[in-house]
């Protein structure tokens, strides 16, 4: 038997899964205090959660930071919320898939000379087939999981300086995808047939197992981090794959998804509340706690990755 099925099988329960469902059907809590010259960094914010997540901080009276793979849209959601909310926004513009840019975009917020109060880690794909970075990663693998993991780790001196910021992944409930772990030793899929499901869950759980060393790392400094399922709705992702998903995601997803408003809310709640000072390593469907499949609650799997991707890394030249 796979050595991952007999780990985690026995501690596979229903009841886990029942509460996702449920969850399912939870609006997201609201948050109405304003969040008045707090400083907040969303990365991918020109469409879909990230977008709507960046109105409603504006709304709300924060300045932006945002980190931004096209320059045209960029300037474009800049100008306009400067213009309807009068936000103070900064711009990164970064390609979160390229190793170099990831490094730029975290040093350019470890040189901030404010505090970041809010850092939202949202930039995501969906890929229904196997693509590579030009440093040779797995694309869900670099996005998903590199990027965050790149962006946070070169920023923890300031974290730990700071002690007030509040990290969010925005995960999914695709983690459950990957339902026996990961395998350290194909992390960039050269060694089976490519699932763009599977894939997407790897990168997720990925990005799971490395909240649990973070929020190790930045022990009782002050900073958190937590990860969110924005929800079921509406985005541009997968909008580059072939003909039978986007017909799928046009004709059966969107039609049956929420607007990525819901996620904003979550989102500002999550960033904002005063309930949420202090509470770190948690997930949140939307704003409800739940707890994690096996695979992602896996201490053991959280270390082991952490020391992979180090060494990834270092052999493409970054120390961090």
């Known amino acids: 038997m796979n050595p991952a099925i007999r780990r985690y099988w026995p501690q596979y329960e229903w009841s ?102 809010v850092l939202i880690h949202n930039a995501g794909l969906h890929l229904d087939a196997r693509t590579e970075t030009p440093d040779g990663f797995e694309t869900n693998f670099a996005v998903h999981y590199l990027a965050p993991f790149v962006i946070t780790k070169l920023l923890l001196p300031k974290l730990r300086r700071e002690g007030k910021t509040r990290i969010i992944l925005v995960g999914s409930e695709g983690y459950r995808f990957a339902v026996w772990g990961l395998r350290l030793d194909d992390l960039q899929w050269e060694r089976r047939r490519y699932s763009g499901l599977k894939a997407y869950g790897a990168g997720k759980l990925a990005q799971l197992l490395s909240m649990h060393v973070f929020a190790e790392e930045l022990g009782s400094s002050g900073a958190t981090i937590n990860a969110m399922h924005p929800g079921m709705v509406r985005t541009e992702t997968g909008r580059d794959n072939g003909r039978f998903y986007k017909w799928y995601k046009r004709n059966v997803i969107d039609r049956n998804s929420d607007s990525p408003e819901v996620s904003a809310e979550a989102l500002y709640w999550l960033g904002a509340a005063a309930e949420m000072a202090g509470r770190s390593d948690a997930f949140f469907h939307l704003t409800t706690e739940e707890e994690l499949a096996p695979p992602a609650r896996d201490a053991e799997a959280a270390d082991a990755l952490w020391k992979r991707t180090l060494e990834i890394l270092g052999e493409k030249g970054v120390a961090l």
């Not at 901080?57 to 096209?70: I, Q, T």
């Open 16 to 117: 886990n899964v029942f509460a996702m469902l449920r969850n399912m059907k939870v609006a997201p809590k609201r948050c109405e205090e304003p969040f008045r010259e707090k400083l907040v960094v969303i990365t991918g914010a020109t469409s879909g959660v990230g977008y709507r997540t960046a109105r409603k901080y504006a709304s709300m009276g924060a300045r932006l930071l945002l980190v931004n793979r096209n320059p045209e849209k960029s300037g474009r959601v800049r100008a306009e919320l400067a213009a309807e909310f009068g936000a103070e926004v900064e711009e990164v513009i970064a390609d979160l898939s390229v190793l170099k840019d990831m490094q730029r975009a975290g040093r350019t917020l470890a040189a901030l000379d404010r505090p970041v109060d």
